[in-house]
């Protein structure tokens, strides 16, 4: 069974998301690298900052690391500001680390009224689109039930879901830690409706978190959600491997740790950036085992 299973649930019938991941963690380890073909880096590549540049970009790293990381997570604005090109770009990008073994987190960050979420989840989490991605991030701030058409759809294609919830930003606080009318703050809500969602699910729920692994201390949020937590922040944002203990707890078994610029600044040679890959990917195993 490969990365892109399909038939664990029997014939016809996708694997579940969670359970690919799982699988991808096990062998390859939980690391996330993040393609975020920003300007800046497309520049100390030695590459224009056009959609030739931006393919350049995607290829080399796919060519380098879709065999070995558990998740490629291309950052979707970096290439819808190329216009339809960039998105022919992104399809391709997808496509190709998916082909390679990579599971692929498409990071959009997709929230709108449930009959909009409707057309965002058939744009990428339907496995006949050109953009369907193995899980998409989106955002919870219409309601968490606004997004069940995106959960559906994601559970009907053997996908899955990173949903906002504690983000690595500082600005994010003052939404995620409001109280809500019962009580709970927006992200202890967020949270306890994954954990609903990923109820009774083995080895682990499709329906994920994402929490910043830049907080701190989070003793305060039950993250027990039986299903991964994406955790960005490592690397350019200032949290390390060494933070995964302190911030996720007992939760850090499901923790799928996020690097983009820590990895892809050590480009354009595709040795620099698998060592550097590797170099993260060694530093989370020593501090989470
Ligand atoms: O959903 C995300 O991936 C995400 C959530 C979050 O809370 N913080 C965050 O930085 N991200 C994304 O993760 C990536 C972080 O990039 P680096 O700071 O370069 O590692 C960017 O693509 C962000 O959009």
Same mark, same amino acid.
């Given at each position: 069974?490969t990365a892109q299973g399909t038939?664990?649930?029997?014939? @016809?019938?996708?694997?579940?998301?969670?359970?690919r /991941?799982?699988?991808a963690?096990?062998?390859?380890?939980? /690391?996330?690298?993040?393609?975020?073909?920003?300007?800046? /880096?497309?520049?100390?590549? @030695?590459?224009?900052?056009?959609?030739?540049?931006?393919?350049?970009?995607s290829r080399?790293v796919v060519a380098a690391l879709a065999d070995r990381v +558990?998740?490629l997570?291309p %950052?979707?604005?970096?290439?819808?500001?190329?216009? #339809?090109?960039?998105?022919?770009?992104l399809e391709r990008t997808v496509t190709e680390a998916r082909e390679a073994g990579a599971l692929v987190?498409?990071?959009?960050?997709?929230?709108?009224?449930? #009959?909009?979420?409707?057309?965002?989840?058939?744009?990428?989490?339907?496995p006949?689109?050109p953009l369907f991605s193995d899980?998409?991030?989106?955002?919870?701030?219409?309601?968490?039930?606004?997004?069940?058409?995106?959960?559906?759809?994601? +559970?009907?294609? @053997?996908?899955?879901?990173?949903?906002?919830?504690?983000?690595?930003?500082?600005?994010?606080?003052? *939404? %995620?830690?409001?109280?809500?009318?019962?009580?709970?703050? *927006?992200?202890?809500?967020?949270?306890?409706?994954?954990?609903?969602?990923?109820?009774?699910?083995?080895?682990?729920?499709?329906?994920?978190?994402?929490?910043?692994?830049?907080?701190?201390?989070?003793?305060?949020?039950?993250?027990?959600?039986?299903?991964?937590? /994406? +955790?960005?922040?490592?690397?350019? %944002?200032?949290?390390?491997?060494?933070?995964?203990?302190?911030?996720?707890?007992?939760?850090?078994?499901?923790?799928?740790?996020?690097?983009?610029?820590?990895?892809?600044?050590? @480009?354009?040679?595709?040795?620099?950036?698998?060592? #550097?890959? +590797?170099?993260?990917?060694?530093?989370?195993?020593?501090?989470?085992?």
């Amino acid at each position: 069974m490969t990365a892109q299973g399909t038939a664990a649930g029997g014939f @016809g019938v996708p694997e579940p998301f969670g359970a690919r /991941l799982r699988r991808a963690m096990d062998t390859r380890g939980p /690391l996330c690298v993040g393609i975020d073909p920003h300007a800046s /880096l497309l520049h100390a590549w @030695g590459l224009a900052d056009d959609v030739a540049g931006l393919e350049r970009f995607s290829r080399t790293v796919v060519a380098a690391l879709a065999d070995r990381v +558990a998740v490629l997570k291309p %950052q979707s604005a970096f290439y819808e500001r190329f216009g #339809s090109r960039g998105v022919a770009v992104l399809e391709r990008t997808v496509t190709e680390a998916r082909e390679a073994g990579a599971l692929v987190v498409m990071d959009a960050k997709r929230g709108d009224i449930g #009959s909009t979420m409707d057309a965002y989840a058939a744009a990428y989490l339907d496995p006949g689109s050109p953009l369907f991605s193995d899980a998409l991030t989106v955002s919870p701030y219409l309601g968490f039930g606004a997004l069940a058409p995106a959960a559906e759809a994601a +559970a009907a294609g @053997g996908a899955g879901l990173f949903v906002l919830a504690l983000t690595s930003n500082p600005e994010g606080r003052e *939404v %995620q830690r409001a109280v809500g009318e019962g009580g709970s703050t *927006v992200a202890a809500t967020v949270l306890r409706r994954l954990a609903e969602r990923n109820a009774g699910a083995e080895p682990l729920g499709s329906f994920g978190a994402v929490v910043g692994a830049t907080l701190g201390d989070l003793s305060a949020f039950d993250l027990a959600v039986n299903g991964p937590l /994406l +955790a960005p922040g490592i690397g350019a %944002q200032g949290a390390t491997p060494a933070d995964l203990p302190a911030v996720f707890g007992d939760a850090v078994g499901n923790v799928v740790p996020s690097v983009s610029r820590g990895v892809l600044r050590h @480009g354009p040679d595709e040795t620099g950036l698998r060592n #550097s890959a +590797a170099a993260f990917a060694d530093a989370v195993r020593a501090a989470v085992t």
